[in-house]
């Protein structure tokens, strides 16, 4: 088989009208008019708005090319689209080569008897309007979903957030979102390769099962080239089903071990020949779901070599609402960030697209388990039988895409639906009841059965493990908990329970004021309740929800930067009270995959890393409670008991309640220290014990009573030290942020040796360093700190106009 790109020489413009602009491929419509100046910054204030009225039109996309001749010669000639995005017509030299209508395909079409050779032909491609085409649809079939989506969503194979999310904006954007190809075959091609791991007797045997699409009846056979991590290399010939691999290096996720990746080739030969060949890196592990009945239920964990781990991470979505400005770089920037801050994880939601071939090449490397989601998303479908050809062929072509990725945890069937629909949301009639059982709990499973049987499969996120069996029961299989936000509940409520597995729970805060102005430059926009801030929030009411939290928990911010830093204060301890929990009660919860990491625009939202890839206080916070080894304290005051001050029968219990977590496969030998602090930081009392934390637990330590500490005045700090080696650390108060009397910390620094060295002089909650462009990645951030010193490393950013605050300059 042989390839010819073609990305040369396009220009795109609506569809028989205006002059033709050039163009990018792979690009989308909306990318290439502002890369020509005909759009205005579709993030900018409200131009959404105009944005979203260009996709009531057609496009056109066309380049010549001259066909290779070595591509010319051979028995087919396919035109292979990797993504359509998404009504799509395609023509060659003025002749329909045929029609595109899932931007989740791969689209390949036989062009051979259509191409000219040794002279100019042309590729044409008219992408349709997704506003009409949605529009008619409903009109027929009014299908529903969710609200924040536009009428009609669910009858386009095209990712749903583009319609609009409780955090996307209404961009439905078109275009050749991947390359496109010529390819050449003669007798045959490689279609895919199947391949099982066996582990047993310290060996892995891998069976290889080479699929082909073939021209004509003549036979191929194959060899099989393996090269391991330090670049050694064994041949197999005469078309081996099975080759063993003697002392293996297994893949481990992050946290566990190495990522060693082996790379396997097959070259397939037609008569000696050299026809094709498929060369991917593999990861030697076996990874499943443990489900088995235990004394809470049953336990729901991600196996990988026979160890139950705790899955730690949070929700991917598309990274921009423009696909064109994706690219393998920007993934990488995004998970290498996800690997600094101690994830072991990630869910790839249902509402996006299958993300590209890299994303999960990146993912193998950094050891981030993946939850593939497929795309679907809180809508009910009406399974017409086109509908179900089209996504049949959906699922099998990324089945094939992605089985041989090391980091592929599970497929699940959807987002949110099997819950929904449980409780009726969007069901206008019973077929749409029976078409679910049959997407999720026949077609998908029946084509997993097919072609990745190896892979675990879960029915739906949240789920219990179908058949509408109690979705979101909290002592079986995984839970989404929106009562602490959506809820309006308190950080404490997550205390109360006990999941098996946490795969979206989430709080949202404000972006970097930085990041906020690349949406306005007007000083009265600076107003989380403006216009154009109400804008780029897209969770109804959600600012003030924000500010309801904040009066609970903080004094009143009387600058614009100040709400920003708090809201971002509240994001990060709300998930924090979760996943400390969590942790805190490992065997019984085995997950906490926070909803989000990240953005596709400039907005207000639950990531914890925004659209400008700047950090929230959020991530920092992740990357102390993912620690590896790390120390929690679950306390009790004012903000875990429902007490009024005010009230003549008050009384409030003031404890602690230490707790070490080792998600580690070894022993760890540690210090666990702690102290009663004053509002300066001196040293009260100060108690030290040695303690053996097991691998894969976690250790309680006694319950200390304080009944004598003044909450207002009085803190406790503690500390997990390795050998004398300070590890994790944190505070706790007994009060209210807002009832606490702080003392000036007179927070200053210097920069040194790619250091920053903060100094304070009293106890200083929640140290916030900003440097002018607020782009900062430091190895800590947004922590508590004793009077003293503390030394923080450079990761990126140049620390110049540094600012210092802490809670202490709110209000």
């Known amino acids: 088989m042989v390839t010819q790109m073609l990305q040369d020489n396009f220009r795109m413009r609506r569809l028989e009208e205006g002059e033709w602009l050039p163009a990018i491929v792979p690009g989308t419509v909306y990318t290439d008019l502002l890369l020509n100046g005909e759009m205005e910054n579709p993030f900018w204030k409200d131009n959404e708005e105009q944005a979203l009225k260009r996709m009531e039109f057609d496009y056109e996309y066309s380049t010549m090319f001259r066909v290779d001749s070595v591509v010319y010669e051979k028995e087919r000639v396919l035109l292979r689209f990797d993504g359509l995005d998404t009504i799509a017509d395609i023509y060659v030299n003025g002749e329909l080569a045929g029609q595109a209508y899932n931007m989740h395909r791969i689209w390949e079409f036989d062009v051979k008897k259509l191409l000219n050779p040794g002279q100019d032909n042309e590729l044409h491609v008219v992408l349709h309007s997704p506003l009409q085409y949605i529009r008619e649809a409903f009109e027929k079939s009014p299908t529903r979903g969710s609200e924040d989506a536009m009428d009609g969503f669910v009858h386009i194979r095209k990712a749903h957030c583009m319609f609009g999310w409780d955090w996307g904006a209404h961009l439905p954007d078109a275009g050749i979102f991947r390359p496109v190809r010529l390819i050449g075959i003669d007798h045959a091609r490689i279609d895919s390769v199947y391949i099982t791991q066996i582990h047993e007797n310290g060996k892995v045997r891998l069976q290889i099962r080479v699929e082909e699409d073939k021209c004509d009846s003549v036979s191929t056979t194959y060899e099989v080239k393996v090269t391991d991590p330090d670049g050694n290399c064994w041949d197999y010939e005469n078309s081996p089903d099975e080759i063993t691999i003697e002392e293996p290096r297994l893949w481990w996720p992050n946290g566990y071990g190495a990522q060693d990746l082996y790379e396997l080739e097959v070259i397939q030969k037609t008569g000696g020949t050299e026809t094709d060949s498929w060369k991917r890196r593999i990861g030697l592990r076996t990874m499943t779901m443990h489900i088995e ?219 970097s004021v930085k990041t906020i102005e690349t949406i306005t430059d007007d000083p009265r926009d600076m107003n989380i309740f403006s216009y154009v801030m109400e804008k780029h929030q897209r969770n109804f009411g959600a600012n003030g929800k924000i500010m309801k939290y904040l009066q609970q928990t903080y004094r009143y911010p009387y600058s614009f930067e100040t709400v920003i830093y708090a809201s971002q204060l509240l994001q990060a301890d709300a998930i924090r009270y979760g996943v400390e929990h969590f942790r805190r009660n490992r ?225």
């Open 293 to 511: 009945k235990d004394q809470w239920g049953s336990c729901f964990a991600h196996q990988v070599n026979g160890i139950s781990i705790f899955a730690m991470g949070a929700d991917y979505i598309p990274e921009d609402h423009l696909l064109g400005r994706v690219n393998s770089k920007t993934t990488r920037n995004l998970l290498e960030q996800c690997k600094s801050a101690n994830f072991n994880a990630i869910r790839v939601w249902g509402g996006g697209y299958y993300p590209e071939d890299w994303f999960y090449d990146i993912c193998d490397e950094l050891g981030l388990v993946v939850w593939q989601d497929f795309m679907f998303a809180c809508a009910v479908y009406d399974l017409t039988p086109e509908f179900e050809a089209n996504i049949r062929q959906e699922f099998t072509d990324n089945i094939k895409r992605l089985r041989h990725h090391a980091s592929l945890g599970l497929w699940c069937g959807n987002n949110e639906m099997e819950l929904f629909v449980k409780e009726g949301n969007w069901v206008s009639r019973h077929s749409e009841v029976r078409d679910y059982f049959l997407m999720y709990e026949r077609i998908i499973p029946e084509l997993l059965k097919e072609y990745d049987p190896n892979t675990f499969y879960w029915p739906a996120s949240p789920s219990s493990g179908g058949s509408f069996d109690e979705p979101n029961d909290p002592n079986r299989g995984d839970v989404h908990f929106w009562e602490v936000w959506h809820g309006n509940k308190p950080f404490s409520e997550y205390r109360r329970h006990y999941f098996r597995y946490a795969s979206e729970f989430g709080f949202q805060s404000f972006p």
């Open 587 to 811: 065997g019984r919860c085995m997950g906490a995959i926070y909803w989000q990491l990240n953005d596709c625009w400039p907005v207000a939202s639950w990531a914890s890393i925004d659209y400008c890839q700047r950090w929230k206080a959020l991530h920092y916070y992740a990357k102390r409670f993912f620690s590896p080894c790390m120390i929690s304290c679950e306390e009790e005051g004012l903000l875990t008991q429902d007490a009024d001050m005010n009230r003549q029968h008050y009384h409030i219990e003031k404890s602690i309640h230490l707790n070490v977590a080792n998600e580690t496969r070894e022993d760890e030998n540690v210090t666990v220290k702690w102290q009663l602090r004053d509002a300066g930081a001196m040293v009260l009392r100060e108690e030290s014990r040695e303690i053996m934390v097991p691998a894969l637990t976690s250790v309680w330590l006694d319950k200390e009573e304080l009944p004598d500490v003044d909450m207002f005045t009085e803190y406790v700090s503690y500390q997990l030290m390795k050998n004398g080696e300070l590890i994790s650390e944190g505070t706790v108060i007994f009060s209210l942020p807002k009832y606490f009397k702080y003392q000036d910390p007179q927070l200053t620094c210097r920069v040194e040796n790619g250091e920053i060295i903060i100094q304070s002089k009293t106890y200083a909650k929640n140290v916030e360093i900003l440097n002018q462009k607020e782009d900062l990645i430091l190895s800590d951030n947004y922590f508590d700190m004793n009077a003293g010193e503390k030394r923080i490393k450079i990761i990126s950013g140049k620390p110049d106009k540094l600012r210092l605050r802490s809670v202490y300059d709110i209000g």
